[in-house]
């Protein structure tokens, strides 16, 4: 009986922490397009926020919000029922010296500078 108990505590537990890594990491992505936006106004600050390092705690503590809050509600409330993901739309900011396309992208290429039309 008290396998079965620590059997089933273990998979409720890992069922629950595999579905708090998976989501749309709101708070994580947010922080990922705010240093994005920095470094697109002012490269150097950019490092400067990442060397001191605000960026990296902003993005260890977003992290951790979306584990427990964000892609838990979203796996168990909203997306593990139906079979579709929630997405997230990223802030779009185009440098005046072009950007760069997510190779995710069709046409896209690595270190390939696109002007976004100009």
Not at 66 to 87: L, N, P, R, S
Request: glycine content about 10%; aromatic content about 14%; charged content about 20%.
């Amino acid at each position: 009986m008290k396998k079965k108990i620590l059997a089933l505590a273990l998979v409720l537990s890992a069922a629950f922490a595999g579905s708090c890594a998976s989501g749309p990491h709101q708070l994580a992505r947010t922080v990922d397009d705010w240093d994005a936006k920095t470094y697109t106004n002012s490269p150097w600050m950019n490092a400067a926020l990442h060397i001191i390092p605000v960026i990296p705690l902003a993005q260890f503590g977003a992290q951790i919000g979306d584990f427990f809050v964000t892609d838990a509600y979203y796996f168990w409330f909203k997306d593990a029922w139906d079979g579709k993901g929630t997405g997230f739309k990223h802030a779009e900011f185009l440098g005046e010296d072009g950007h760069l396309e997510s190779l995710l992208l069709d046409g896209s290429k690595f270190l390939r500078i696109s002007d976004g039309g100009k």
